[in-house]
């Protein structure tokens, strides 16, 4: 029996030590070289006429509804794992949920909640699935809720279920 546990002692401190002697070792290396800064350049009138002029009108009119069309700023979130959250009078929520291919979902809010956006977001390649987003504010004390249901659009098939719990204070 002591042979076996001096055996064994001798192999655990082998598979220890060895790893550590004939490692090669990890030097930091030094910086050698500065990089210069890179000089901002600042657009002029000129450079912004120049390029306003080759672009149509309509298109600046549609890239400046895009870029004015921000997100409402939000105090708490909630997605598919989230089934209570506490919020205040005043508080906003942005509430995620994903989207399951040729399904939409049907949500309802109760009185005290308002849904001041919803935003559905496509899928990125197939890396990223597409969800829908609802910016909810809450305007009255107590206990609300938000739920929905996914449906397929062209018949009564229903999917995925979802219910947030929401105590207003």
């Known amino acids: 029996m002591d042979r076996i546990v001096t055996f064994l002692l001798l192999l655990v401190s082998a598979l220890l030590l060895v790893p550590g002697c004939i ?19 600042e657009a002029t009138e000129e450079v912004v006429e120049e ?4 672009v149509p009108v ?3 009119a549609e ?9 409402p700023v939000y105090n708490v979130t909630a ?3 989230s ?8 508080q ?17 809010a109760s009185e005290g909640l308002t849904i001041i956006k919803d935003i559905h977001i496509d899928a990125v390649d197939e890396t990223v699935g ?20 996914e449906k397929k659009a062209d018949s009564e098939e229903t999917g995925s279920e979802y219910t947030l719990n929401i105590l207003v204070e």
């Open 58 to 60: 309509e298109e600046v």
């Open 63 to 71: 890239e400046t509804e895009v870029t004015e069309e921000e997100l």
């Open 130 to 149: 597409a969800f829908h987003q609802w910016f909810v504010e809450a305007v009255a004390a107590g206990e609300q809720s938000f739920s929905g249901v």
């Open 79 to 81: 997605d598919i794992n």
């Open 23 to 41: 490692a090669e070792e990890q030097v930091t290396p030094e910086a050698t070289e500065v990089v210069p800064e890179v000089p901002v350049v």
């Open 92 to 108: 906003i929520a942005m509430i995620e949920l994903p989207v399951t291919t040729d399904f939409e979902w049907n949500v309802t």
């Open 51 to 54: 390029v306003a002029g080759e």
């Open 83 to 90: 089934t209570e959250i506490n919020m205040t009078v005043g």
